[in-house]
C-alpha cells in the first residue's frame, strides 16, 4: 500500500502509544498534518481513497480517522487496498481486527 506523504513543514509528530488515543492509531501510525485550520489523519495514498479524518486538534482527526477506519472496516470489499493491508499489519502482530 502506498502512502500520502506531505511536506515536512505540514507533518505532525504525534505520540501514538500516548492515551487516550485508539489503539488503532498506535498500530498502524497514520501520517497526520496540517491543512490550514484543521488536522488531517490519513492511511492510504490520498484522503479520497485512503482512511480519512479531520478534527481542529490531532487528536480529534485521529479519533475521527479511528471513526472512518470502523465504518469502513464494515463494508470493505476483499479489493480494498488499505483495508487488505490494516488486516495485514493486525494479522502479523497477532492482533485482532474488530
Known amino acids: 500500500m502506498e502512502q500520502m506523504n506531505v511536506d515536512e513543514a ?12 485508539p489503539k488503532s ?5 497514520p501520517l497526520i498534518y496540517r491543512k490550514d485550520e484543521n488536522y ?3 492511511l492510504g495514498p490520498e484522503p479520497s481513497t485512503g482512511i480519512f479524518g479531520t478534527g481542529s486538534t490531532p487528536q480529534e482527526a485521529i479519533v475521527d ?4 477506519l470502523t465504518a469502513r472496516l464494515a463494508t470493505a470489499g476483499d479489493d480494498d487496498e488499505v483495508i487488505q493491508y490494516v488486516r495485514d ?7 485482532e481486527v474488530w
Do not use: E, R
Open 25 to 29: 492509531a498506535g498500530i498502524l501510525q
Open 65 to 68: 480517522w479511528d471513526v472512518a
Open 10 to 21: 505540514a507533518k505532525v509528530v504525534i505520540d501514538y502509544s500516548a492515551a487516550p488515543l
Open 89 to 95: 499489519v493486525y494479522k502479523a502482530g497477532n492482533t
Open 40 to 42: 488531517c489523519c490519513v
